[in-house]
């Protein structure tokens, strides 16, 4: 079957930096995508990798091995408005996307 | 980005009474839409998929006589839950593709509360 695992609750201080673990199993593999979502809203685009590597945007890094099934999204200088779930979604071989339970975010002042 | 509109934003109806979920895609054609449910607490669910002009497919488990899903055109699909109960109360969302290797957009989404 397929899966994705990402931790469920982490926390962190405001202004330091955290990252965000998922691992995942698909049948195929056709890109991997981070979101953000806050409570009661739809999620927005952070980031897309479909290459190994790091990519840079802003504060917000996310890296992908693929031969690992692995990927992490790196955020720096952490705002009270980072606070949120942050979903891990993998687009498989039917170019659907795959979604994670997501990892809710609490930042502490 | 693309823009996608989700309309309603929220939604109360009655038990027994269907209710129609819009979703436009307001600067791209959509060749393929995306209808989602997600509870509380709980990640996206993908309930079906429809490409413009044929019939939508359908996950396993989500009742498509319950949940009609309609994509007449490149640039709206509707998703109407019929016969409504307590239990369909969830936050609906849609997204939308152009059929290129990109990012799927996602509307506001719906927040469905049946009494």
């Known amino acids: 079957g397929q899966n994705i695992d990402q931790p469920t609750e982490m926390t962190a201080t405001e202004g330091a930096i955290v990252q965000i673990n998922c691992t995942y199993q698909?049948?195929?593999?056709?890109?991997l995508f981070w979101y953000q979502q806050h409570a009661g809203e739809a999620p927005t685009f952070l980031s897309y990798n479909v290459l190994d590597g790091l990519e840079e945007k802003g504060r917000f890094s996310s890296f992908l091995s693929r031969s690992k099934g692995y990927s992490y999204l790196l955020l720096k200088e952490l705002q009270m408005k980072d606070s949120a779930s942050y979903l891990c979604?993998?687009?498989?071989?039917?170019?659907?996307?795959?979604w994670g339970a997501g990892t809710k975010l609490i930042i502490k002042p | 980005g693309a823009v996608v509109s989700q309309h309603p934003s929220r939604v109360i109806c009655k038990s027994g009474t269907s209710v129609k979920i819009e979703c436009r895609s307001l600067d791209f054609q959509a060749t393929t839409m995306f209808w989602y449910r997600q509870f509380p607490k709980q990640s996206l669910m993908l309930m079906a998929t429809s490409n413009e002009g044929s019939k939508a497919t359908y996950e396993q488990g989500v009742e498509k006589d319950k949940f009609l899903i309609n994509h007449a055109s490149l640039t709206l699909s509707t998703l109407t839950v019929t016969s409504a109960h307590p239990e369909d109360s969830s936050f609906y969302i849609c997204?939308?593709?152009?059929?290129?290797?990109?990012?799927?957009?996602f509307g506001q989404g719906t927040r469905l509360t049946v009494v």
């Open positions: 997204s939308a593709s152009d059929g290129r290797d990109t990012e799927a957009f």
């Open positions: 698909t049948s195929g593999f056709n890109g």
């Open positions: 979604a993998v687009r498989d071989s039917n170019y659907q996307l795959i």
